[in-house]
Every structure is written in structure tokens, then in C-alpha cells.
């Protein structure tokens, strides 16, 4: 998912583990093994708060209510 959010990526030293944060929803944080593993787990993580927010009607930063406004206008595949 490409979009407008700053990911933070940092090695953890003492767990062996890339540890990301996204300060821009509520500074949400996963881990993986490998970069790509962290990345992977990131985007589960902004789905889930994406898909939350919408259900229980919490008011998103106004550049992911952009994004969000995008990505339901998107055709979809047939």
C-alpha cells in the first residue's frame, strides 16, 4: 500500500527483530524478521486500524480520510 504514511523502521537490538512504527495513526507498531516481514505486517496493521476506525466511527488524520475517500472510489476488478 503506498500512501501518505511516514513508516519508521528501526533494527531492535535486543529482540533481533525490525520494528516499525507509524506516527501518523496513533503511532501503531509491529515487528518481522526481515524488512520485508515488517513492512508486510505494517500494512495488516493500517488495514485493521482503517477498517476499525470505520466501523466505530473514529475520525481519521485528514490525509488518511484522503487516502481512504481514493481507495473507495477505486473501480473494482472484474
Do not use: N
Given at each position: 500500500?503506498?500512501?501518505?504514511?511516514?513508516?519508521?523502521?528501526?533494527?531492535?537490538?535486543?529482540?533481533?527483530?525490525?520494528?516499525?512504527?507509524?506516527?501518523?495513526?496513533?503511532?501503531?507498531?509491529?515487528?518481522?524478521?526481515?524488512?520485508?516481514?515488517?513492512?508486510?505486517?505494517?500494512?495488516?496493521?493500517?488495514l485493521g486500524?482503517?477498517?476499525?476506525?470505520?466501523?466505530?466511527?473514529?475520525?481519521?488524520?485528514?490525509?488518511?480520510?484522503?487516502?481512504?475517500?481514493?481507495?473507495?472510489?477505486?473501480?473494482?476488478?472484474?
Open positions: 500500500m503506498s500512501g501518505p504514511f511516514k513508516i519508521v523502521l528501526e533494527w531492535d537490538t535486543e529482540d533481533h527483530v525490525w520494528v516499525s512504527h507509524v506516527p501518523e495513526l496513533g503511532d501503531i507498531s509491529t515487528y518481522g524478521d526481515t524488512v520485508e516481514e515488517a513492512l508486510a505486517q505494517t500494512r495488516e496493521a493500517i486500524y482503517l477498517e476499525t476506525a470505520a466501523e466505530q466511527q473514529i475520525p481519521l488524520p485528514e490525509s488518511v480520510a484522503v487516502l481512504r475517500a481514493a481507495l473507495e472510489r477505486r473501480p473494482t476488478a472484474v
